[in-house]
């Protein structure tokens, strides 16, 4: 079975790290990207699945990769899940506003991120298992 | 490949770091996880089981109806339930819940890992090695990608430290501030993925601090001091995996 391409376009190379490693092992192939720019890029070279999509990066804000996905012609097929650690209301309501299909608050629990791509992706969620 | 003496425990309603940390800590035990009621039904009439840990503010359906599910199902009506509860929101709950045929224990809110732990002992009946020092990365796995990023966590720190200390000197400018609201902003994202919950914490409320303007309200630059010395505490006690994670986690598979 193919994995589903996820890109995560987020400026913090240590949560990017984090997880991607936690969805690699969770067979989803992950793309990084640091900034607006390269997720646009990324977005026309590898058609990810699914964009998760931190709102307050360098090089283009996520509200401008909305925009521009939104005025992309004709519109990629890609599901997005902004993300914020932000706790201003207005945050999740305009990244909805501009497409995002979800929104996920920063810090994030993991293993919610995986139960989450499950269900934008269409697949079965299994409890993952951890010591033994 | 799970071993035959190892004992499954679904955790229903929980963050991931929880199921990790359990399953490092609980020596031939396995964890996992259910994100909401249907699952954890699901996840139940699929495998045998040797207890379920359920969260009453579980997603559709919640908590107490998985509870009453499984009393009610085939095959799972003496499956040992831990039953954790808001005693804010759930006055009567724990006496209801404290007889069979619902839940086996209950524990409240604040949940208390140790205490979790302690309990799943209790039910299981298995050993309890002394606990890992406060603060330990919950696998193997988390704790060798935070050593890579380990020095620009620290960068940020010294960032945030940097805003502070010219806070308390009476000359804070809109550079450092700016640079420090930022750091710690990158901190609140970063520490508690990591699982460093109180980091996180600490670090949302120096961003909250240091945001807008670079004159503070009185009082501030002696708070923002005192949050940078908890803020490093934290973050250099951070890092070491437990004793007894012993590296079974499966997202090291991932590496």
């Keep these: 079975m193919a994995w589903e391409k996820v890109l995560i376009a987020d400026d913090d190379a240590a949560l990017a790290e984090l997880m991607a490693n936690h969805l690699r092992a969770r067979e989803f192939e992950v793309i990084v990207a640091r900034d607006g720019m390269q997720a646009m890029m990324a977005i026309r070279r590898s058609s990810p699945a699914v964009l998760l999509l931190d709102i307050f990066m360098p090089g283009g804000m996520g509200y401008d990769v909305l925009k521009r996905l939104q005025a992309t012609k004709p519109p990629p097929a890609i599901r997005v899940i902004a993300m914020s650690a932000s706790t201003d209301p207005e945050v999740p309501a305009r990244a909805k506003a501009l497409g995002a299909e979800e929104f996920l608050q920063k810090p994030l629990d993991l293993e919610a991120v995986h139960a989450l791509l499950c269900r934008v992706v269409g697949r079965p969620y299994r409890p993952w298992v951890y010591g033994g | ?255």
């Design chain 2, 1 to 255: 490949m799970t071993s035959p003496a190892s004992r499954r425990v679904l955790l229903a309603g929980f963050p991931s770091d929880l199921a990790a940390w359990l399953g490092g800590r609980l020596p031939g035990v396995i964890v996992a996880t259910a994100a909401t009621g249907g699952e954890t039904l699901a996840a139940l009439r699929g495998g045998e089981w040797a207890a379920a840990v359920i969260d009453q503010e579980l997603a559709g359906p919640p908590g107490l109806d998985v509870v009453e599910a499984i009393r009610t199902g085939a095959g799972q009506e003496a499956l040992p339930v831990l039953f954790c509860f808001n005693p804010e929101s759930s006055r009567e709950l724990p006496e209801s819940l404290a007889h069979p045929p619902n839940a086996t224990r209950v524990l409240p809110h604040p949940l208390d890992r140790e205490a979790v732990a302690r309990e799943l002992v209790s039910l299981l009946g298995v050993n309890l090695p002394p606990p890992a020092r406060p603060g330990t990365a919950a696998s193997a796995a988390i704790a060798k990608i935070w050593e890579r990023f380990r020095g620009v966590m620290f960068e940020r720190l010294a960032a945030v430290e940097e805003a502070a200390r010219a806070a308390a000197e009476g000359q804070l400018s809109e550079g450092p501030r700016r640079q420090g609201e930022r750091e710690a902003h990158k901190l609140v994202g970063a520490l508690g993925t990591y699982g460093l919950m109180e980091g996180s914490r600490i670090a949302r409320e120096i961003e909250d601090l240091l945001e807008g303007s670079a004159t503070l309200p009185p009082g501030a630059a002696g708070r923002l001091a005192s949050l940078g010395v908890s803020l490093r505490q934290v973050m250099e006690e951070f890092g070491v995996p437990p004793p007894s994670s012993g590296g079974r986690g499966v997202e090291e598979q991932g590496e």
